[in-house]
């Protein structure tokens, strides 16, 4: 009984916080450019939806989120592991990499349209280096965390390293690794909302920016509840992933 | 036995570097070793026997001296270790199938044969647990389940029942000796019980102090099948003492 009512939880703070939100803008009487009530934002939604423009902006910058994930990923990746195997390249590397992190993606991102053009590739690029980062330092950590004892086991039956690579060290260190893919995936949102505010055509970004230029509020919101749904959507599937290849991890019920 | 040596190991010397002229972990080691011989080296902690270990499964190369095998160069290596050393993220069935994934096997070859090894080892009914749900007993059996069941030459134990409780201890050690009967491995294994070493070997060798050399050799004339209570006899009795004497 205790169980069921907990899971409903989540779902009643959501519809109170729209019945919050809908008082507020009918006790304060503001204008709907400054506030729209949730049944703006919702006939704003359908009608986006009709004409079709909300599936291609949300389109475009899922395919920018996805490419971004999957170069900053793969490439951090790699760069880590070779990090985790060698101290002295992780010392040649690390200043760029801290002072990659030391700059706000905000400040380079202008830079980095200028250079690539405001199309789809500054932002798969801007996405990449934001998501960079976290999964290099869990692949260090991950790699780094892997039993010293279980080599000994891999050498003494002779495993080879692309046995040793892909028997040991990745399943070994896939917790950490999607830990870091968890933290991307996150991040990889901002990342190309980022650059679309900076400069795009297309994007849920570049819908924000319109809504924002012509007043139209209920857009904005729209737009922002389409990021929120994307964030979540990737968070889930690696949550997915997780529960699928991390069932070693989970205790016993 | 006058069978052959399998195994000969000649005048084997390991130095690790340091700063003042080098850590002398083992000195001067010569031994040979039979087929099918259990063969145990004794000795306290820090006389190298691990380290000794490590040169004969090929992932410490010794710094003088050498290890030969007859058969052939690279002898298949089986080795349990003092941890259980499994890979939490896989099942019994498949930790026990590794070697033989590494070998190239074919997936259901491969888990006949680990079916035999879990029957042998007594876990029937365990193949699809974690390790995290299996006791320091039962996992040792699946580490001893690993080594085997890829048909090594040479099977490597390096105190693998060190880490738990006395009981399960001496369980473990009439389990061995019953699976050591049934596949008739050539085992080395390291221990510092002096019980457990005359309980399952042929031949004790007993190791000094750093650095590590080879003090004392005795056969072990206890008749084989051996049950639990010849460590209550005479005769066991006697060879204990005789070791005892020889460990300072």
Redesign the interface.
Known sequence: MKTSFSRWLGLISVLLGIIAWELIVRVTDLPRFILPSPVDVWVRFLKSLADGSLLLHTGYTLLEITLGLFFGVISATIIGYFLAKSRSLEKILSPYLVASQAVPIVAIAPLLILWFGSGITSKVLICSLIVFFPVLVNTVVGVRAV?P??Y?????????RW?ILF??EL??S?PVLLGGLRIGATLSVIGAIVGELVDAKNGLGFLLKVGDFQYDTAMVFVAVFMLITLALMLYGIVTLLEKRF?R??Q??S | MTTKPILTVHDLSVVFPDSNGGLHVLENISFEVCPREFICFLGPSGSGKTTLLRVLAGLLAPTSGNVHFIRRQHPKIGMVFQQSNLMPWRTVMDNIKLPLELEGVSDAKARVKAQEMIELVGLDGFEDSWPRDLSGGMAQRVGIARALVHDPDLLLLDEPFGSLDAITRERMWTELSRIWQAKQKTVIMVTHSINESLFLADRVLVLTQRPGKVKFDLEVDIPRPRKDDIRYTPHFGKLARKLRETIE
């Open positions: 039993p004892v279980l000994d086991l891999m050498r003494s039956v002779r495993a080879t046995q028997k040991l399943p070994a896939l991390l070693w991890q205790p016993a």
